[in-house]
């Protein structure tokens, strides 16, 4: 195909040995593969290229690719669309349910701000704590603890949303986590960096 030998093409594609019987589907990619060709080979017999076929060469190719979307079917979409403005949605997967079509993505909706987020940090002297938790209105925890999960600090807040300052100035450097946690229970963590 690539040198242009359609009628060689379509004879090798008819010669093909068989190491065994062909599937029903696959007889019929094979008859797709001999139709596609043998429309290439009749516009080339004419001196035409493949950017030239007439409306009932186009029309036969648009048949061909119908729903099917093996070799010679996305050969023949690949044609049409660059050639003939015939685009079709390209397969996505699929199996006995049928082939799905690619749908373009809708906008995804903007990001939740984080629940728990600490600036700056790395932290040398302070660090604010900030937290949100949509629709809570009850007690809120913020528990600071070392690499080694020992309890350093633990400030109270209440709400919804909310911001506490914690001095990291007696800490010594290194790594903390920052747990929120809503009536008792753990919500959110954060890693804290202290530097010195």
Not at 45 to 58: I, P
Request: aromatic share 6%; hydrophobic share 40%.
């Amino acid at each position: 195909m690539n040198m242009e030998d359609h009628a060689g093409a379509l004879a090798v594609v008819q010669a093909m040995a068989q190491e065994r019987p062909l599937r029903a589907h696959e007889e019929a990619e094979r008859g797709r593969m001999a139709d596609y060709i043998g429309v290439l080979l009749a516009a080339a017999n004419d001196e035409r290229d493949a950017y030239q076929l007439d409306s009932t060469e186009v029309q036969t190719l648009i048949a061909l690719v119908g729903d099917h979307y093996d070799r010679p079917s996305v050969w023949a979409g690949n044609l049409l669309c660059a050639a003939y403005g015939h685009c079709r949605a390209p397969y996505t997967g699929g199996g006995e349910a049928g082939p799905k079509r690619h749908h373009p993505r809708k906008e995804a909706p903007p990001a939740a701000p984080p629940a728990l987020q600490l600036h700056p940090n790395p932290a040398q002297s302070w660090v604010a704590i900030s937290y949100l938790l949509p629709g809570h209105t009850g007690a809120v925890n913020l528990v600071v603890r070392d690499a080694q999960g020992r309890l350093f600090g633990q400030l109270t807040a209440a709400g919804q949303e909310g911001q506490r300052v914690w001095d990291t100035r007696s800490l010594a450097p290194g790594i903390y986590t920052v747990e929120l946690r809503r009536e008792g229970h753990l919500e959110y963590t954060e890693r804290l960096v202290v530097q010195p």
